[in-house]
């Protein structure tokens, strides 16, 4: 951009006088310039190159001509905008003092009543410009400035002028409108239904930081902070900085909730909250929630169903069982897999491996939740762990399929063959191996043809789906995991496969062809021996097209994969 500083002031000459670079970010570069015919200083904002020829003069211009009607002591009011040849700007009064940002650089924390003030001034003018239509969507501490002492917000409308003048779209040539550290869920994740309620979260973001000294949400990378912002509660204010009034603190949780309608209405709402400083009546879907909350998540592969009251107390439970779509978006028919992280009972999935050039899929997590295991085919394929929000990939093997964590996460279990849904795809003879996490060393199990693994929950044997030869049938087996003989747990010349043991170690779940369908059954197991304790037995209900199960900690949910579903795709 700096090689273009003299074709801008070309473009310019006669208008503004360019005097030097301000700063610069992810939609242009900030220039201290004097307005010839007024003989001012401002501030004259150039958008990218890039930029500038994807969003088209004319649109962008329309857009920002609605922001210019906006007249508010806490805004920082437009007062000029224009093309000159390929560049497009806009101009802002020059503010000659600090932003929010340089005061928290040097301070880190604010005093609690001076963050309370700052976060008013600036309600006030969201609440003046929301009135008017105008949504900020870049509410940050570097586009809140002091003047006179006062909060003065800047680029008012710039971030909906470039959404909006794109279709809405928020990502394109490498962009993001918005800053992940303090944009809301729902801008984060492209959807088209931003409103005030958006800002509310930024001002929220800014406001926590003001008081703890950080966003609420940090991680290595955007996605890492868009995963946690989706997935994770808002971490306890008061554990940092117990001088935060617990009203203060129950206000900036509610601005911060994921669901918009869970939010204040209004900035003149959350700023009312935050002003009172009584304890404030704790919304229901709150409760529980403000200092620890259990975060309940799972990685998509494909279209999946939660199938509840499969079990109480180790037997059958009479309760019918009932299903819930956990997926909506089946993944398209091209493309690479990616892996996506979504809570349950969410609806916007995050894609943790998106900037693979190559299929990703597989993943399981690990049983503190920290990690993820899965395949991948990048850097010639093999199994990769990375952290749940998809940072810190790092290779375990060079080669194998179906990851599955051991009981205490030092260990991984896998196959040399691939089974993909249906168990009849591979013809192959597979082997299966444990791999040390941490230094990646190796051990061949002693299983013949094996795939689709699962370690018990007490870590002595791994169940198995072995196959009879290239034909589509084949019987769930165990074997010691510190090696030694298998045992088989299913027979017969129908096809039992995808095994998966119960939290308690007295089950082994898994998917069948015994007779039409592919229902569920499940059979008692010695989780030390491998004997079978009980016959299969029937699940009670049947799921169309049920082909891979998950069983919850609490023995009470399993999900269920469609066959006609495919992996998440880009």
């Known amino acids: 951009m700096h090689d273009l500083r003299p074709l801008l002031e070309q473009a310019l000459a006669g208008r503004y006088r360019l005097e030097r670079e301000l700063g610069h970010g992810g939609m242009g570069i900030v220039f201290l310039a004097t307005d010839v015919k007024h003989g001012r200083k401002v501030a004259l904002k150039v958008l990218r190159p890039e930029l500038s020829q994807s969003l088209g003069a004319d649109r962008f211009l329309r857009e920002i001509r609605i922001t210019a009607q906006l007249n508010h002591p806490n805004i920082l009011t437009l007062i000029d905008s224009g093309s000159a040849g390929d560049f497009m700007y806009y101009v802002l009064p020059y503010v000659d003092g600090e932003s929010l940002r340089d005061r928290l650089t040097r301070e880190t924390q604010l005093p609690v009543d001076e963050a309370l003030r700052i976060t ?106 868009i995963a946690r912002k989706s997935m994770e509660p808002v971490p306890g204010l008061r554990i940092v900085r117990d001088t935060v009034p617990p009203a203060v603190e129950s206000a900036i949780v509610r601005a911060l909730a994921k669901t918009p309608a869970d939010r204040f209405a209004s900035a003149r709402d959350f700023a009312r909250a935050l002003s009172d400083h009584s304890p404030l009546p704790t919304p229901r879907w709150l409760r529980g929630r403000l200092v620890v909350t259990a975060s309940v998540i799972v990685v998509i592969a494909a279209a999946a169903y939660i199938a509840l009251a499969l079990t109480r107390g180790g037997r059958a439970s009479r309760e019918r069982a009932t299903f ?24 916007n999935a995050i894609n943790l491996t998106a900037d693979s050039p190559a299929d990703d899929d597989e993943p399981a997590f690990s049983p503190d939740g920290s ?5 991948s085919g990048r850097d010639s394929g093999g199994i990769f762990v990375m952290g749940r929000t998809g940072e810190a990939v790092r290779r375990v093997t060079r080669f194998g ?31 299966l191996w444990v791999a040390n996490v941490q230094s990646g060393k190796l051990r ?12 018990s929950p007490h870590g002595q044997r791994i169940a198995y789906f072995h196959r009879l030869g290239a034909i589509a049938g084949g019987n769930v087996w165990s074997v010691p995991a510190a090696g030694g003989g298998p045992t088989a747990v299913t027979s ?57 199960l998950r069983i919850g900690h609490d023995q009470r949910a399993a999900t269920r994969v469609r066959s006609r579903a495919r992996h998440g795709r880009r």
């Open 492 to 548: 017969g010349k129908w096809r039992d496969w995808n095994p998966v043991w119960s939290p308690d170690g007295r089950y082994l779940y898994f998917v069948s062809r015994r007779g039409i369908g592919p229902p569920a059954r499940r059979s008692g197991a010695d989780h030390h021996t491998g004997h079978v304790a009980r016959a299969p037995q029937h699940r009670r209900r049947r799921p169309a097209h049920c082909v891979q």
């Open 120 to 225: 008013s001034e600036t309600a006030d003018a969201l609440a003046y410009a929301h009135e008017a239509g105008v949504v900020h969507r870049d509410i940050k501490p570097e586009n809140i400035l002091f003047e006179a002492g006062h909060a003065v917000v800047a680029d008012f409308g710039i971030a909906q002028a470039v959404s909006e003048a794109r279709g809405g779209k928020l990502t394109e040539s490498g962009l993001i409108v918005g800053t992940p550290a303090y944009m809301s869920p729902e801008q984060a994740m492209g959807s088209g239904k931003v409103d005030a309620r958006a800002d509310i979260y930024s001002l929220a973001c800014v406001l926590y930081e003001m008081l703890a000294g950080s966003p609420p949400y940090g991680g290595p990378t955007s996605h890492a902070i």
């Open 324 to 347: 819930a779509r956990l997926t909506g978006d089946p993944g398209e028919a091209s493309g690479n897999r990616d892996i996506y992280l979504q809570s349950v009972g969410g609806q």
């Open 401 to 431: 399929y179906k990851p599955a964590w051991s009981p205490d996460g030092t260990e991984l279990a896998l196959v040399t063959e691939n089974v993909e849904f249906n168990p009849q795809n591979s013809e192959s003879r597979g082997e």
């Open 371 to 375: 990690q993820i295991a899965f395949h």
């Open 444 to 455: 061949r199990i002693e299983a013949t043809d094996a795939s689709l693994p699962s370690w």
